[in-house]
């Protein structure tokens, strides 16, 4: 064969020549003529034989329909977050007993189990490390840095963010695996819409919920680029389970101090939450807006979202897959930017300049700021340390307005992490001038500001452009600064 | 009093000193980044005059130096230093005072042609722009891309034969050659005419005409026209333009079935009530690139059978029944897919015979 000689480069000619001829119809019939052949193999081997409505179909009217759809869909995920909410408050005391708390887990029984455990159990890891680097006559400064400020760092975020994590993925893929995921984005398809965005974003904004940087990864089901850049950009609007805790603490501090206790008082702190997350979606559809008329503009692209048979869920598979790829991947994340956050507070309250500590300088450069923002100096720092990891800013907050103000009549150590009931919190923040205005520009800022550390890298990964990511990372903190500013300063115009 | 005042200069000179440097140092930035922009600027009319030059050439014009500053808009003198620069890159040779390109230069020119068709291609396809605002952003984006890049972009996109307004994509070592087109201001009546290209200028023009569905490849037929407007139909629907606005539109002979010929009743799919079924008679000549992989991979094949099952919330998106599975289509989607409504007829004997329609 002659032709076997031919060149590399007039092989390529060749395809090239080819391919003009290659009628523009080509795909259209190959696809057709597999589709054909399927229908003909399925025609031989399967019979249908029930005609009437499935109950697939039932389910769909009921989940999918234009009245009813919406609120069953809001009564879902309010019910996914009680779950995620009460259910993570056992076992996260559990991990606090376990890891961190003086005591160790003899309160936790006490409260959750009613009976003395015994005193092997009185002693939490943090105090046994203790021990041992002091047995080991380390100096004080090691144990300061690693026992303190790592340590304590991890085991905080561990202890606040893996119980609702792991119990919120496996419902939420439990939804995904009953098939009810794509419903969701089926009925909130006309707000994305008309917002310029692509319907399966509400797919991402619910995982969003759960873990804004697993919320990020999920926007590869998007396939325009142009709306996967709003679905990334737009999920830190999604309060997540790093920040719920700092929400529901605010909650409960609203709900201790203005309320008059009753049903109305336990109400409160729901209502806050829910008041929050809200806000966090509308701000999010008015941000898609936005950006899709300003420097993502562009058509819709193709929307074609398969709407999959409703199936049994295999539980042991959800478990797997929630457990191993979602929560434990996303903990390690923020492990390890958690770690170095901790040498960060510790050193911010422990490294003395003209012995006062670095902490108070910058409290007070950042308090003309927060004065501004209705917040203060404090929270702001806190903020600030907490990029990595959102977990640590009630307790980072804590820290240093026991490292400004002393103790407070409250038994706390200075310059550490810790962690106090909800009346001592209250009490301690009251007693710094804390107001209501406080708690609101507090709760706004919570919502609007820059993703975290884990988030970012995320961000950075998925889209490797320096400017998105500076985008996404700035656009939401220089929201929060401008809405607290007018929020505040209109606030103290009236009162 | 003169002694203080010098004291008092002597503490603020470390500031001085300081902000004048700062102030220098961006000043000489700013005009490093002026200068830059006008080498740049320079560049790319050099690229902007060698396609003109190629697609006179093509038109059958005479590219004359004047003829070609008249057209930039560039005063003589200017032009003049275009072409000097041209010649020094030996990108054409003067012949009496014809511009013919030289080797190099029909290279740069088919360069450039295809990196600005290709870039269109991704941005319509790819990053889901309208079709009236790619044109400016190819126009700037061509003059930075190197052939590597050129040559992995073609790749990505799967080697497209034709971009977004319908003209050919050349590949890298292909010739430019004129292709035979009509306007379709004098195109007969009743002969189906596939679109082949659109101008892109002015943009209202295109909006137009993107809204009647009128795009490269879709196949369209001319049922009447008067002096002032002729009335066409394209994917089943008639509409009606001015004659002035044809004269934009070239059309080539549609050797098409007489199912895309636009002459069969065919409905698009967001006629189709809840509860009714249809069957596809094919995807609308509009939709290309990806959108169209997308739906036929779904199996949006033409014949087969098709149920609208329920709508959502707003009438945004409505789910489908096909093959046994539910797709949910916006209505975007749905309008560039044609179906012939199916009535009371034994959809059992269809979707027997569903398969030799294909």
Request: net charge negative; proline share 5%.
């Amino acid at each position: 064969m002659s032709k076997s000689k031919l060149q590399p480069s007039e092989i390529l000619d060749q395809i090239d020549e080819l391919r003009q001829e290659v009628d523009e119809h080509f795909r259209d019939e190959l696809v057709g003529e597999i589709y054909a052949q399927a229908h003909r193999v399925t025609q031989s081997t399967v019979k249908v034989l029930s005609k009437g409505p499935t109950w697939d179909q039932k389910l769909d009217w009921l989940l999918t329909h234009p009245i009813w759809g919406w609120p069953l869909m809001v009564l879902i995920f309010a019910t996914v977050f009680w779950l995620t909410v009460t259910g993570a408050n056992i076992p996260s005391a559990f991990l606090a007993g376990l890891l961190i708390e003086e005591g160790g887990l003899s309160s936790w029984g006490r409260e959750y189990l009613n009976l003395d455990l015994p005193a092997g159990l009185s002693h939490s890891l943090y105090e046994l490390l203790h021990m041992l680097f002091n047995g080991l006559h380390s100096p004080g400064w090691l144990t300061g840095l690693l026992l303190d400020g790592v340590y304590l760092c991890v085991a905080w975020v561990v202890s606040v963010m893996l119980p609702p994590m792991a119990i919120f993925f496996p419902l939420f893929t439990l939804l995904e695996d009953l098939g009810y995921l794509p419903r969701i984005a089926f009925n909130m398809d006309p707000m994305f819409k008309v917002t310029g965005a692509h319907g399966k974003q509400a797919l991402t904004m619910a995982m969003g919920f759960g873990c804004n940087a697993a919320g990020v990864i999920a926007c590869r089901i998007i396939d325009s680029p142009r709306e996967k850049l709003i679905a990334i950009i737009t999920n830190n609007f999604m309060i997540c389970n790093g920040r719920f805790p700092t929400v529901i603490a605010i909650g409960a501090v609203l709900a201790a101090t203005q309320a008059k206790g009753g049903f109305l008082g336990g109400s409160v702190a729901a209502f806050t939450v829910i008041a929050v997350v809200s806000l966090g979606v509308l701000l999010m559809f008015a941000v898609n807006y936005a950006l899709s008329r300003t420097v993502l503009r562009g058509q819709s692209s193709t929307f074609t979202l398969e709407l999959p048979p409703y199936r049994k869920p295999a539980i042991l598979r959800i478990i797997y897959t929630s457990l191993i790829d979602r929560t434990l991947f996303v903990l390690a994340r923020a492990v390890t930017v958690a770690a170095p956050a901790g040498v960060v507070i510790w050193l911010v309250a422990n490294l003395s300049i003209s012995g006062e500590p670095v902490g108070i300088y910058l409290v007070h450069l950042l308090n003309p700021l927060g004065w501004l923002m209705g917040l203060s100096g404090v929270i702001l720092l806190a903020y600030i340390i907490a990029i990595p990891a959102n977990e640590i800013v009630v307790p980072t907050i804590i820290m240093l307005i026991v490292l400004l103000s002393g103790t407070h009549g409250l038994e706390l150590e200075t310059g550490k992490m810790v962690e106090t009931g909800t009346e001592n919190l209250a009490k301690l923040l009251f007693a710094q001038g804390w107001t209501l205005q406080t708690c609101v520009c507090f709760l706004l800022f919570v919502l609007l500001h820059n993703p975290c550390g884990t988030t970012i890298w995320t961000i950075w990964k998925e889209t490797h452009s320096l400017k998105w990511t500076a985008l996404a990372t700035l656009l939401p903190v220089a929201m929060g600064i401008t809405i607290c500013i007018i929020v505040a300063n209109i606030w103290r115009l009236f009162s | 009093m003169f002694i203080p005042f010098l004291a008092y200069l002597e503490n603020q000179a470390l500031w001085l000193v300081t902000a004048c440097a700062l102030l220098t140092a961006f000043w000489l930035m700013l005009v490093l980044w002026g200068l830059g922009r006008r080498q740049q600027h320079r560049l790319e009319q050099l690229d902007d005059a060698l396609k003109l030059i190629a697609t006179l050439k093509l038109e059958c014009h005479l590219p004359t130096i004047s003829r070609l500053g008249g057209i930039m808009g560039l005063m003589p003198t200017r032009m003049l230093q275009v072409v000097d620069r041209l010649l020094q890159k030996q990108w054409v040779h003067l012949q009496d005072d014809q511009l013919l390109l030289t080797n190099d230069g029909r290279q740069r020119a088919v360069h450039l042609l295809r990196a600005h068709r290709l870039i269109e291609t991704q941005l319509v396809y790819d990053a889901g722009l309208p079709l009236d605002q790619v044109h400016r952003q190819a126009d700037r984006q061509e003059h930075h891309i190197t052939e590597e890049q050129l040559t992995e972009l073609n790749e990505h996109l799967g080697f497209p034969a034709f971009d977004p307004h319908g003209d050919p994509i050349p590949s890298a070592s292909t010739m430019l050659e004129p292709d035979q087109m009509w306007s379709l201001a004098t195109w007969e009546t009743n002969t189906p005419a596939k679109v082949t290209h659109v101008e892109d200028e002015p943009p209202a023009a295109l909006r137009k005409l993107l809204r009647m569905n009128v795009t490269p490849g879709s196949i369209l037929c001319i049922t009447h026209r008067d002096e002032q407007e002729l009335l066409f139909e394209v994917d089943g629907q008639a509409h009606t333009m001015p004659n002035t606005l044809a004269l934009s539109v070239q059309v080539q002979p549609a050797l098409v079935k007489p199912a895309e010929s636009g002459l069969q009743v065919v409905q698009p799919l967001t006629d189709l009530q809840v509860g009714q079924t249809g069957h596809i008679v094919t995807l609308s000549r509009s939709c290309q690139g990806f959108g169209r992989r997308r739906l036929l991979d779904l199996g949006l094949t033409p014949g087969t059978l098709i149920t609208a099952e329920y709508v959502n919330f707003g009438h945004s998106a409505t789910a489908y029944k096909i093959r046994q599975t539910l797709i949910a289509l916006r209505q975007e989607q749905a309008r560039q897919i044609l179906i012939q409504v199916i009535h009371s007829i034994d959809l059992d004997q269809l979707e027997v015979n569903s398969n030799h329609v294909t």
